[in-house]
C-alpha cells in the first residue's frame, strides 16, 4: 500500500516561511497569481494539433530536478502565487513526479496556496489518482477530444481510450472534481461535442471547449483544424439554452450554464476573442524558461540563478525581472496569409 502523502509531506523550512514578500505585479497592474509549470515535455500521446509525429524530446539532464522545481515554484508562491498547476508534455510521465507533489503539498497546509493542481491526458491518472487526494489535489483537468475509441486513437495518434476512461473514474472514486477539456477540431469531432456536454455534465464533470492554438510546427494545416468557438457556441444553442456565468477558475475559460442539464461548459477563445485582458498567469517550462506569455516568445532564464546560489536573491531578481516584460497580450492568429505558427515552439513545451 502506498504510504499517505500527508506522512510524506516536509513541513515549510524556515527560509520559506521569512521569505514572504510583495506580490508580483506586471507593467498592467495585473497581480501574478497563477503558475503552470511544465514537469517534463515529454508525453505518451501524440495529438495532432499539438505534436509533431516525429518529436525531438528534450535530453534528461536538461530538465530541472524535482527538488529545483520544487524551490522555483516555492519561491513564485512566496510572491503571491496561489495557484499552481503542473502540466507537460504529460505530468504523469515523469519519475518519481509524487515526490514533487508530497513536497509542494506543505504550502496547501501552510496555507500559502490555494489550489494544487494538473492537466493530464488521463492515461496514468487510474494509479496516480488516490495518491493526488492524499496530497490534497482537489480537481484535474483530463484532455478528452473524443470519446469514439477509433477516432480517440487517430487524434491521440496512440492513445488508447478505456485507459483515459477508467483514468477518470478512478479520479472521482478519489474524491477528485474531473474538468474535461477538449479541442474543438474542424471536420474532426465537432459533431462529438454536444453528446459530450451531456455525458461530463451528466457525470457530474465541468467541460471546457478550447480553440486549436497556432503553436509548433505539426503536419496537418491548423488552418484546416480551426473551428471558431462562436460558431460551436451557436450550433450548440440549437440543443440547449446556455446563460452566460461570472463564474471563473483562474484560468482564462468563460462559463456558460447550460439550463438543461445544470451543469457548466467553458470556452476558451485565443483566437476569436483573446483572454488577455485579466491574465494573472504565467508559465514555466522543466528546463526552468520563464515564459510571461504563452503567445509570446520573450522569455527570461531561471535555471541558471536557481543553481547560481543556494538562496533565492538571485531568483527572485530574475522572476522581478522578467515580470516587468509581462506583455499586454498575445499575436495568435489563424488566416491564409499567417498560416505558419504564432510560436515555433509545441504546447507541449511551455506546458498547456
Not at 43 to 66: A, H, W
Not at 209 to 233: K, N
Request: glycine fraction near 8%.
Amino acid at each position: 500500500m502506498n504510504q499517505p502523502c500527508s506522512d510524506l509531506r516536509p513541513s515549510e523550512p524556515a527560509t520559506e516561511r521569512q521569505s514572504r514578500a510583495w506580490p508580483l505585479v506586471d507593467p498592467f497592474g495585473r497581480a501574478i497569481s497563477y503558475l503552470r509549470v511544465s514537469v517534463t515535455d515529454r508525453c505518451d500521446f501524440r495529438c495532432v494539433y499539438c505534436m509533431s509525429e516525429d518529436m525531438s524530446f528534450l535530453p534528461k539532464g536538461d530538465l530541472l530536478t524535482l527538488e529545483e522545481l520544487d524551490r522555483l515554484c516555492s519561491a513564485f508562491i512566496a510572491r503571491g502565487t496561489r495557484k499552481l498547476r503542473l502540466t507537460g508534455g504529460e505530468p504523469l510521465v515523469r519519475r518519481n513526479i509524487m515526490r514533487l507533489f508530497e513536497g509542494l503539498a506543505r504550502h496547501l497546509d501552510s496555507g500559502a496556496l490555494d489550489e494544487l493542481t494538473l492537466t493530464t491526458n488521463g492515461s496514468r491518472l487510474a494509479f496516480f489518482a488516490p495518491e493526488l487526494a492524499a496530497c490534497g489535489v482537489r480537481r484535474v483537468n483530463v484532455s478528452l477530444d473524443s470519446r469514439d475509441p477509433e477516432k480517440f486513437r487517430t487524434i491521440t495518434r496512440r492513445g488508447d481510450l478505456g485507459r483515459v476512461l477508467a483514468g477518470i473514474d478512478a479520479a472521482q472514486a478519489a474524491g477528485l472534481d474531473v474538468k474535461i477539456n477538449m479541442v474543438a477540431l474542424k471536420g474532426v469531432n465537432e459533431d462529438e461535442i454536444v453528446p459530450m456536454i451531456g455525458w461530463a455534465h451528466a457525470r457530474g464533470m465541468d467541460l471546457t471547449l478550447i480553440e486549436v492554438m497556432p503553436m509548433g510546427a505539426v503536419e496537418p494545416d491548423r488552418l484546416d483544424q480551426y473551428l471558431p468557438l462562436p460558431q460551436v457556441r451557436a450550433e450548440i444553442a440549437k440543443h440547449y439554452t446556455l446563460r452566460d456565468l461570472a463564474y471563473g477558475t483562474g484560468g482564462p475559460a468563460r462559463y456558460v450554464e447550460v439550463a438543461e442539464t445544470g451543469g457548466r461548459l467553458g470556452f476558451i477563445t485565443p483566437l476569436t476573442h483573446n483572454f488577455c485582458e485579466s491574465c494573472n498567469r504565467v508559465r514555466v517550462t522543466c528546463t526552468g524558461t520563464l515564459y510571461m506569455c504563452l503567445g509570446q516568445e520573450d522569455a527570461a532564464d531561471l535555471r541558471a540563478p536557481l543553481r547560481a546560489s543556494s538562496e533565492n536573491t538571485l531568483l527572485n531578481t530574475a522572476i522581478e525581472e522578467a515580470i516587468t516584460r509581462k506583455p499586454k497580450g498575445h499575436d495568435f492568429r489563424i488566416d491564409r496569409a499567417h498560416k505558419a505558427p504564432a510560436v515555433p515552439r509545441h504546447m507541449s513545451v511551455t506546458g498547456g
